[in-house]
């Protein structure tokens, strides 16, 4: 019966309420003939407008359409497995579009970056007519690159393979004591041949990137774009000539560019846009800033032998888990990188005879340098962009960022904006790309699924690399209390550094962020971190875990695969609250899988723990 549906799907809406605290959904007959349900479905927008089902559910916070009963069970039936809301859909504001528009293009992309390129390629393969245009302005050194973006061509991927260069100069160091003879000194690296095959990959990527959107039917503009009205984009090439496209939707995708430093000289610095295209090696470096960036870059210039100092401002990579955080740098240290804490550059002077640098730093100290790195933040693209001429685009004044609140949907209801342009969101790639592809179903496909930007997980390579997913411990305890959380961690020697005595002062680290108490939520996953060997392996599949609403059981029941690092995930018994050391004994190492302890090390006392692990904030 009718009536019996709507009974039932109510209280499957109020059970949902229970497992996600603080989301209301609603439900209510379509046939009502009342004000409500006009009031709803008018601020439900086009989603819901052709819904013709008996039963309409929705969320009220924000307003968001479910649709009817199959799919409000499927909803709760995600809700009753993660404790969350599933992928959100959206009910994003009509923006005007009719098929036959009779302008330019149906839709054009500013910028070709991963995001952009991937929402162009997304939306051609669904037959609608698709521009992008991407245009890289040098940087105030010169710099610059083809179609792919910052990731592709400044960013994660030469970023990536000098991290590795660096990587395979350690595992040189190790090698004696894996048997390899040293038969001389540790070969130096050749910064010309490293910078020389790293462009080569790149130039092999910028063209691919081109040869797919004219595959895939994209029409690629190699211009600058401004807007100059609602529906209208001026062009410019690289010789000055203009042109005006138009087209009833439009995607902003410019990315952001590293800002500069404001001290005296600053201009002498170079930035992350610069570095991996550089002829010559940058020799004596200081690094300006505390982010991943400016540590990543430190360590994997360092691994090449280089001297290195990175001045931070607080403390380093501020947004990460602190405990996690403060290894990572206390590794960089024992590598011979020296960080200044407190200290920035007050200024930076060019020697007229020798061509150095010499920073003076705010501290009162001074050094001399080849090169100074600047990676203090990133602006985003949107200056020249010419977004005044959009009525109800709101623009972060402090970073350029863009406004697009729900479903990358801007104040200007036909301008949309993904990646690293929009206010508040991850600077990731998988972020953009995610978020572009499923934006073009949205636009040109029906879809309602919208990005979700919870339990993003990411990594940083740095020469002791870290991994993360979900609350650091610090959030977790803000949200939930002292009581309100445990901590599971566990110090240990992977396997693949048990043999290296110089690593033995810095072991791996695992560590699960749990929620304690809170009914159904208890035991429940709030965050994932390690620090070690392949991290961003190690995290990757654990991601999915979480966002499946794993518990601390389920990782503990999970039968590990021996011996890898990954495996000490499903090892995990002590907690912070208990007051037990963390890192691993030799006893321990003898009968559990894996945290045994370098062959030195092992000759010791086994009731001598490797080293407890600092207790942040008192847990």
């Keep these: 019966p009718e009536g019996a549906a709507l009974g039932r799907a109510r209280e499957v809406a109020v059970g949902v309420g229970v497992l996600c605290d603080g989301l209301t959904v609603e439900v209510n007959a379509l046939e009502d003939p009342g004000p409500r349900l006009a009031q709803v479905k008018a601020l439900l927008g086009h989603a819901a407008a052709e819904h013709d089902e008996d039963v309409i559910a929705w969320t009220t916070d924000p307003p968001t359409y479910i649709g009817g009963i199959s799919a ?216 300006v800033g505390a982010g991943y960036v400016a540590l990543e870059c430190a360590g994997f210039l360092a691994g090449l032998g280089l001297e290195v100092t990175v001045l931070v401002r607080s403390v380093p990579l501020r947004a990460f888990d602190r405990d996690c955080a403060d290894r990572v740098a206390a590794h960089l240290e024992s590598r011979g990188v020296r960080i200044l804490r407190g200290v920035q550059p007050a200024s930076i002077e060019r020697s007229a005879a020798s061509g150095a640098l010499a920073v003076a730093f705010t501290d009162g100290g001074r050094g ?32 350029g960022k863009v406004a697009a609140p729900v479903g990358e949907q801007t104040g200007a209801p036909h301008v949309y904006a993904i990646g690293d342009v929009v206010d508040g969101r991850p600077e990731l790639t998988p972020v953009a790309i ?65 043999l290296s005595e110089r690593r033995k002062d810095h072991p791996a680290y695992a560590k699960v962020v749990v929620r304690r108490g809170g009914g159904a939520e ?50 995990l018994k002590v907690t912070r609250r208990s007051g037990e050391s963390a890192a691993k004994t030799a006893a321990e190492a003898s009968v559990l899988p894996c945290g045994g302890r370098t062959r030195r090390a092992a000759a010791a006392d086994a009731a001598v723990p490797l080293r407890a692990p600092p207790p942040p904030g008192g847990r």
């Design 72 to 287: 409000l069970v499927a909803f709760a039936s995600r809700a009753a497995r993660t404790g969350r809301p599933p992928t959100p859909l959206t009910a994003m504001a009509p923006d005007g579009y009719t098929p036959g528009h009779g302008m330019d293009y149906d839709v054009v992309c500013v910028g070709g970056g991963s995001g952009g390129l991937a929402f162009a390629s997304e939306a051609a393969k669904l037959g609608v007519r698709v521009a992008l245009l991407d245009f890289v302005k040098p940087t105030p050194h010169g710099t610059k690159w083809g179609l792919g973006g910052c990731c592709v061509c400044v960013g994660c991927i030469p970023k990536k393979l000098m991290h590795t260069a660096a990587l395979l100069g350690e595992a040189l160091e190790d090698a004696p004591d894996f048997g390899w003879a040293a038969t001389g000194p540790r070969p130096a690296n050749d910064w010309a041949v490293l910078r020389e095959h790293v462009q080569d990959h790149i130039r092999s990527l910028n063209f691919g990137y081109r040869v797919k959107m004219r595959e895939d039917g994209v029409t690629y503009l190699n211009k600058l774009g401004r807007f100059t009205g609602p529906n209208e984009l001026e062009c410019t090439d690289k010789k000055g000539r203009t042109s005006t496209i138009r087209a009833p939707r439009f995607v902003v995708a410019v990315g952001g560019r590293p800002t500069p430093l404001s001290c005296p000289g600053g201009e002498l610095a170079i930035s992350s846009d610069d570095l991996f295209s550089l002829e010559a090696s940058p020799g004596r470096t200081c690094v």
């Design 368 to 399: 001399e340098f080849d090169t100074v790195l600047a990676a203090i933040g990133r602006t985003a693209d949107t200056a020249q962009l010419g977004l005044g001429a959009l009525p109800g685009v709101e623009v972060n004044a402090s970073n």
């Design 434 to 498: 995610q978020a572009g592809r499923l934006l073009a179903r949205r636009l040109f496909a029906g879809e309602t699924a919208a990005m979700d930007y919870h339990l993003v997980p990411t990594t940083v390579f740095t020469p002791l690399e870290m991994g993360t997913v979900g609350l650091s411990e610090d959030e977790a305890l803000a949200r939930f209390g002292e009581d309100g959380v445990d901590v599971y961690l566990s110090e240990f020697a992977a396997l693949e550094w048990s």
């Design 522 to 571: 208890d035991g429940r996953v709030l965050g994932l971190h390690f620090v070690g060997p392949s991290a961003g392996e190690v995290i990757q599949g654990f991601a999915v875990a979480l966002r499946l609403g794993a518990t601390i059981a389920d990782l503990q029941d999970t039968v590990g695969i021996h011996p890898t690092i990954a495996e000490e995930f499903t090892l």
